[in-house]
């Protein structure tokens, strides 16, 4: 059986790096689902690999012919920004097919809903938030246009969209804490590659 693993974590936790690693090794032949958004794109991004960068006219046209997956929607301080997956032919289920996917929690539990729990694995991410605002703030500082207010939106709404009680209805039980990247990752392969041979 398939399995989607769902990578997860604040803002600034490294779980992209952590998702890129995973999704690079051969070892565990993951899949990718690249995700859509109607954000700017960020200095160093690629469309088509971190995301889709789309428009709202766009989204709402998948909405109608009911390829959503999931999708959240975000009121920031440059206007609404979304996010979705979409069904767009990226996800096919197959004993021989395995997925890595990015997400949030909120992402998470719309595709549980979708897929159900013997397809989704939650990877999540955590790093203790004085770290992770000064990772935040670094970031930001090397983009052409910074976005600090943006940064401190994001800061503060994670505390509301990973709380404890979200984790715990999403059944995630193990974290992962990426101190150190390369050993965080170890430890996530040897976990997923566990999942994959029970099958």
């Known amino acids: 059986m398939s399995k989607i693993f769902c990578v ?63 999708d959240r929607a975000y009121h920031t301080v440059h206007g609404l920004w979304r996010y979705f997956t979409a069904d767009d032919g990226q996800i096919c289920l197959s004993p021989e097919n395995n997925y890595i996917i990015i997400g949030t929690l909120e992402a998470y539990r719309q595709m549980l ?22 990772r935040a703030l670094k970031r930001e500082q090397f983009q052409t246009k910074p976005r600090y207010a943006e940064m401190c939106r994001r800061f503060l709404a994670d505390c509301e969209d990973f709380s404890e009680e979200k984790i715990g209805d999403c059944g995630i039980i193990k974290r992962y804490a990426n101190i150190e990247l390369e050993q965080c990752v170890r430890q996530i392969k040897a976990d997923i590659e566990e999942e994959i041979k029970k099958g």
């Open 113 to 134: 809903n979708y897929f159900g729990p013997d397809i989704m694995r939650p990877v999540y991410v955590e790093v203790e938030d004085g770290q992770r605002l000064l």
């Open 8 to 70: 997860m974590g604040k803002s600034a936790s490294g779980k992209d790096s952590v998702f890129k690693k995973l999704a690079a090794d051969p070892g565990l032949g993951l899949r990718t689902v690249v995700p859509y958004t109607t954000r700017p794109i960020r200095e160093g991004e690629r469309d088509g690999v971190e995301y889709y960068f789309t428009d709202e006219r766009h989204f709402q046209d998948l909405k109608q012919s009911g390829k959503i997956i999931e």
